[in-house]
Structure formats: C-alpha cells, structure tokens
C-alpha cells in the first residue's frame, strides 16, 4: 500500500462497565489492561507495518495530558491532538479528524479507529487495508464487519448486500443491538457481521456527505474548527460553537442512509471490552480458569477474574466472580452480570463520589502525580517531573510541603533563592512561600511530597508563571 493514510483515533468516551479502574478522569482507553501498553497504545502499534501519516487524537479535553504522555512514550506526539470540550458521539468527532487531515492533504484518506477496542490477528486486518483503500479512493464509505461466531446480543450488525469484489460487499442495513432471539436469526443467515465501528474513507467524502445528510452537523464542526485554538501539542476546539452539536453516532448521521456505504468482512478476533467478563473472555487464564492481575493466592477457586492495583486478594471456593481492587474501591460481582457495573457508576456519579470522576493517578504536561496516602491534615503523593519539564511557580495559605528526592536531579527556586537537590535529600517548604522545582536530570525526577495543613483542597494553590495552558 503506496499511499500514505491518516489514522484518526477515536479516543472518547468514560468506560463505565469497566469501573473502578475506568473512570470520567481516567478512562478506559488510556487503561493498560492487556499488558504493559494502554489501548490507545495497542491500536496504534497496530499500524506499525502500515503506510501512514502521524496519527490524529480525537479525545476529551479533560484527558489531554494523558494522551500526550502516551503519544510521547511511542514517539508520536507531533501536535496531533485535537481536544472536544464535550463528547458529541462518532459523527461530529470523526468530522473533527477529517477536517484536521484535510487540512493537511485535500486527497487525504482517514482511516477511523476506537482506541479502545481489541484485535487480534493484526495481520488480517493489515492486508484487508490496501482492499479497503482501493474502494476509499472510488469515493466509498468503507467499514469493517467482523464474522460473528456467537450470537452477541453487546453488539451491532452490519448485513452484507451484493458482492463488489470477492472481499467486499454493499452494506445492506446496519442492525442495533439485538435481543437473544434475534442474534441467533443472524447467526443462521451467515450474512451478519458484528459492526466494528472501524472506517475508511476519504476525508472530503465523509465532510461532504455529512454536508448533504446532516448539515447542522456538518457547519458546527467546521466553524468549531475554524475557531479552534493551537495549546502546545493541542487544538482546542470552539467550546460555544461545539457545545451546540447534535449528539449523534456516524451510523445514524451517514452509513445507514447512503448507498456508498460497502463492508469488508475480516475473519479474525474481535472485542470492544465492554465489560469485565470479556476481559477475562479473552485473557490467559491459569489452570483453574482464573484471569489473575496483581498479587493472589487462591484455594479452589475457579473461572474468576482478579485484578488488585494494591493489595494481596485470596479466596477459597469462589467460582465464577469479578474481583477488582484499586486503590481506593473493590468491586466484586457474579461474572455473568458484570455489565451492570455502569449502574454502580451511574449512582456514584449521583452521590458526586469520589471514585466515580477522580483518579489517584493524575497527569500534567511536565508529569504525572500519584496519591499514595491521605488523612485529615495530610497528604502524600509520588510525583514525577519529565526530564527539562518545570512545575510552575506557585503558593500554598493553608498547608507546607515537604519533599523527598527519590531518584534525578532537582532545580528548587524558594523565594528567589536556587538549590540543586539531588536523591536522599529532603526540602521544606513552608507555608506561604513562592517556589518552583525543575528537572534538570536526563532521567525522571521521582520525589515524595508530603502536604500537611489545616486545608489541602487542590484548589489552594497561586501559580505565578507557567508555560502551559491550564
């Protein structure tokens, strides 16, 4: 495959059923579930043998940093992420990608992926792509159906119509997702493919079909992105103009009213983890059946998925169970109904708790920032400062810090005065004092920082410079 194509990653969305390890802060895409690689992560090492342009981030802007990090660690940040203010579902993110690699070639072919699905064989879905490309360059809105080998009732159905080629085929209708009884009659007709929400097509075809289908879509998008503002390795779009756009799926708006719409079948392993049961589906298991992430020690215990972020899990004669601990929530379900884990989060959200939306691991453009332990009058966090990063200079009314230096070298300025702090070494700084800490190492700084105070909301803070927009 000679020409070069745009992938657009579409990296929305919170995750519920995947609670507490995915939450609104910290979702599942950017989860390192299957290794030591997120999914975002896994979708684009993916394309490595494929001919491509740097990729083209669609995501929250709430998760901005967290994607930029895991850009950096695969070498592929490149002022390449475009940030919505709020999700507005497939279409409006899409035109998004379309318009940015548009942008940059007027002949330019995206090539649409979840970052938060699984595949495997990737070598069958690699050699579907030149297929694929020859039919985007025709001016066709190609998708990807999965053969479907169970009757899935998670999932959507595209209905093959007449042949094109040998590989492909006109779509004939896009199915939702159906009751029991209706996925065994697509199972039996053979012609049902499980819809992968992965598209080809040109960008200009897309826009100017969404043009002519739906075109409130459409002029929103393209004035959001006209107005849209460039933030380090960002592009923020217009949050006025955005916040006015339909909600609605590249199904509804496109695919299921258009006669270019044409699928290529891919004989391979699919999954959108769209819960902790087909995690554990598609997992190694031990020899009692059980998926095991973290620390465990069981006695007859089998069929289970346990997965702890902290702590040791034991069990004795539990079959069949989630078991999921992180740090600060444990989440135990029978396996068959760990969907409904959006239904705790739908009533954690109502509570405004806590583990619902925050996430003891936070990122920052110069780093990231885990909290370890908290009480009353204290808390503890390990902070990691990228090599040449510089936390802003800021000020505490209400609480002192207290660092330790675990590993690379630190430029600490406190009220004017410099101090280069090397590992093993504390540093106090008290209440009321401006300061700032630099990395000026070639490694990570590692330190442990310890609030104590009468108020330590993240809201006590004066920043006085910074270079990044907050």
């Known amino acids: 495959m000679e020409h070069k194509i745009f992938p657009v990653i579409l990296a929305g969305g919170t995750g519920t059923r995947l609670w507490p390890v995915s939450r609104t802060s910290y979702p599942k895409q950017f989860q390192t579930f299957l290794g030591d690689k997120s999914m975002m992560q896994q979708t684009l090492l993916r394309l490595e043998q494929v001919p491509k342009h740097a990729p083209i981030v669609v995501c929250n802007e709430e998760h901005r940093f967290i994607a930029a990090e895991q850009l950096r660690q695969l070498d592929q940040l490149n002022h390449n992420i475009i940030l919505e203010p709020v999700g507005r579902n497939t279409a409006p993110a899409i035109a998004l990608g379309a318009l940015e690699a548009l942008s940059k070639?007027?002949?330019?072919?995206?090539?649409?992926?979840?970052?938060?699905?699984?595949?495997?064989?990737?070598?069958?879905?690699?050699?579907?792509?030149?297929?694929?490309?020859?039919?985007?360059?025709?001016?066709?809105?190609?998708?990807?159906?999965?053969?479907?080998?169970?009757?899935?009732?998670?999932?959507?159905?595209?209905?093959?119509?007449?042949?094109?080629?040998?590989?492909?085929?006109?779509?004939?209708?896009?199915?939702?997702?159906?009751?029991?009884?209706?996925?065994?009659?697509?199972?039996?007709?053979?012609?049902?493919?499980?819809?992968?929400?992965?598209?080809?097509?040109?960008?200009?075809?897309?826009?100017?079909?969404?043009?002519?289908?739906?075109?409130?879509?459409?002029?929103?998008?393209?004035?959001?992105?006209?107005?849209?503002?460039?933030?380090?390795?960002?592009?923020?779009?217009?949050?006025?103009?955005?916040?006015?756009?339909?909600?609605?799926?590249?199904?509804?708006?496109?695919?299921?009213?258009?006669?270019?719409?044409?699928?290529?079948?891919?004989?391979?392993?699919?999954?959108?983890?769209?819960?902790?049961?087909?995690?554990?589906?598609?997992?190694?298991?031990?020899?009692?059946?059980?998926?095991?992430?973290?620390?465990?020690?069981?006695?007859d215990s089998h069929n289970n998925f346990i997965k702890s972020e902290s702590s040791l899990i034991s069990t004795i004669g539990v079959d069949n169970l989630i078991i999921v601990q992180t740090r600060d929530a444990l989440f135990i379900a029978n396996k068959g109904r760990s969907q409904e884990a959006k239904q705790i989060f739908a009533q954690l959200k109502e509570q405004n708790h806590s583990t619902c939306s925050s996430h003891p691991h936070v990122f920052r453009p110069w780093g990231s920032m885990l909290l370890i332990d908290q009480g009353e009058r204290y808390k503890v966090k390990r902070i990691s400062v990228l090599p040449g990063k510089k936390v802003a200079t800021q000020l505490h009314h209400h609480h002192a810090e207290h660092w330790i230096i675990v590993s690379g070298t630190a430029r600490i300025i406190l009220e004017g005065q410099e101090f280069l702090v090397t590992e093993n070494q504390p540093f106090y700084i008290p209440v009321g004092k401006k300061h700032s800490i630099e990395n000026v190492g070639k490694i990570p700084l590692e330190f442990i920082e310890v609030q104590s105070g009468s108020y330590l909301g993240d809201d006590d803070v004066i920043r006085f410079e910074s270079e990044y927009y907050q």
């Open 105 to 299: 070639d007027p002949e330019a072919i995206i090539l649409v992926l979840p970052a938060d699905h699984v595949l495997f064989e990737t070598q069958v879905f690699t050699e579907a792509l030149p297929l694929a490309l020859a039919q985007a360059q025709k001016d066709k809105l190609v998708t990807f159906g999965i053969k479907a080998t169970q009757a899935e009732t998670g999932y959507g159905y595209i209905e093959q119509g007449a042949s094109i080629t040998a590989n492909c085929f006109q779509v004939q209708s896009f199915k939702e997702k159906p009751n029991k009884e209706q996925a065994q009659e697509f199972i039996a007709q053979d012609k049902y493919l499980w819809n992968s929400g992965i598209f080809m097509f040109k960008a200009k075809t897309y826009l100017e079909t969404l043009k002519k289908q739906c075109q409130t879509v459409y002029n929103i998008c393209f004035e959001a992105y006209q107005k849209a503002q460039i933030d380090l390795d960002f592009k923020r779009i217009a949050k006025h103009d955005y916040l006015s756009c339909p909600d609605i799926s590249i199904d509804y708006a496109i695919m299921e009213n258009t006669s270019q719409a044409v699928v290529f079948p891919l004989n391979l392993t699919w999954n959108d983890i769209g819960s902790w049961e087909a995690l554990w589906e598609i997992l190694p298991k031990d020899k009692q059946g059980n998926v095991i992430q973290g620390e465990y020690l069981g006695l």
